[in-house]
């Protein structure tokens, strides 16, 4: 993080970071990145995607210290080396050309040797290769109905095809994925909305809709009225 605010919200947890602290994502668990101005400075960011085969070819050569038995969370970091590596990336940025393959190759082995030496979970994150195994359809879709995924996503993070998440799917819900998604983002959206101070502005996209049209439209359509209508009603506090 370079300037201003990243919100990050998974299944279980929410966290916001800051300038200078570095986020490590692990593969094949959802979560939503909200971006905000800060302090007056705009959100700005180095993004370092770590390409699936050249990670394993990394660590075919520096073995892993513990295979995970389980994926490792996201992992927080602030450490001077790793503000020094994407410091030395933003020069690369103004290339009007990709960045050349044997720099990228270089700067992907320094972040994963910096990685490793500051959190001894990296390996947990960055050397778990393992493809998502068929899980409990009922409990993950529980957990992440929130996130703005693609049903093909949805089917791969839960082991299945596509034709056999919608059949399977159609069978515990007794209702379509999609339309089934909708009414649970709409009334998660609609309890935010009734038991917080927040507005529509600030919850649609953590309750998984793309844009706030469609999130008015759909909210009216299920409710009769738009959601702007229960921050109109809503009890203001009592003065102290």
Do not use: C
């Amino acid at each position: 993080m370079l300037a201003g605010e990243l919100k990050v919200v998974q299944a279980d947890r929410t966290r916001t970071i800051a300038a200078g602290e570095t986020l490590l994502l692990p593969r094949n668990q959802p979560a939503t990145l909200l971006k905000y101005p800060k302090a007056g400075e705009a959100y700005q960011a180095v993004v370092l995607t770590l390409p699936t085969a050249l990670v394993q070819a990394y660590y075919t050569q520096h073995p892993p210290t513990a295979q995970p038995a389980v994926p490792e969370a996201v992992i927080f970091l602030r450490n001077p080396l790793l503000q020094s590596l994407f410091a030395s990336l933003l020069p690369y940025l103004e290339l009007q050309q990709p960045l050349p393959e044997s720099v990228f190759a270089a700067k992907l082995t320094e972040a994963l040797a910096i990685l490793r030496s500051l959190d001894p979970r990296s390996d947990r994150v960055l050397a778990n290769f393992a493809e998502p195994g068929k899980v409990n359809l009922v409990a993950f879709m529980e957990a992440n109905y929130q996130f703005n995924l693609p049903l093909a996503t949805f089917s791969y993070l839960t082991g299945r095809s596509l034709t056999t998440f919608k059949r399977d799917f159609k069978k515990v819900f007794q209702l379509s994925p999609q339309r089934w998604l909708t009414q649970k983002r709409l009334a998660l959206a609609h309890y935010q909305l009734a038991t917080t101070r927040r507005k529509p502005v600030e919850l649609y996209l953590e309750v998984g809709f793309e844009n706030l049209a469609h999130f008015s439209f759909a909210f009216k359509k299920q409710f009769g009225y738009p959601p702007t209508a229960l921050v109109e009603t809503r009890p203001r506090p009592a003065a102290g």
